[in-house]
């Protein structure tokens, strides 16, 4: 790939909002359903945490790797900046009054612990929401004829050197679960070939058995 001028190809982001809307769309059910049920709450709350970590390394990403860059080359609007700015807060002060309470409700399943964390996030999602769609419609247009080629993968090098070597294969699933044909293919490319090799032998089994689990 290129990495000497601007023109990136950002939907890649839109395959990582997708596993955060659908994630986090479903975890306050899973949560509910493990309430009293031990065995379950450490399936849920070892998923849960897996994907708190990924919002939150999704997010602090931007806040260093893309807004600066933005704010520095682009004639970006302010109330929109402030807005996206304002949304991160709200959003990451909920990851982390989840995550507080995540450790504990793992090991006990506590019900009314259950219940305070899936109303936080069923109270969170309009934001989350609204903020993934705007970022779509109107800065990742800015950002592909902003960012270079190098700057875009320093992107994703920091959402992929945070997730721990033995749920890499697990998070690929994820993210092309909900792919098309051709998605899937403009995805891929991006991925190391031992990874896409590891993907097939054994990932794919891995994802297709851990999601089983959770979802029931």
Known sequence: MSTSGPGVDTHEMVLIHR???REFGQLPQLLRSAA???ARSKVIGAHAREMLDFLHTH???EDELLFPLLHERAALDAELMDRMDAQHAQVDAAVAAVGAELAAWTASADAAAGERMAALIDATMPTLIDHLAEEEQKLLPIVS????QSEWDALGKHGMSAIPLTRRLVVLGHIIEETDDAERQRFMRVVP?????????????Q??????AIRG
């Open 36 to 38: 009293n049920d031990r």
């Open 193 to 205: 070939a031992p990874a896409r090799l590891a993907y097939k032998l054994i990932g794919r089994r």
């Open 145 to 148: 004829v902003t960012l270079t």
């Open 19 to 21: 596993v955060i809307r």
């Open 59 to 61: 997010h602090t990403g």
């Open 207 to 212: 994802f297709t058995r851990e999601t089983t």
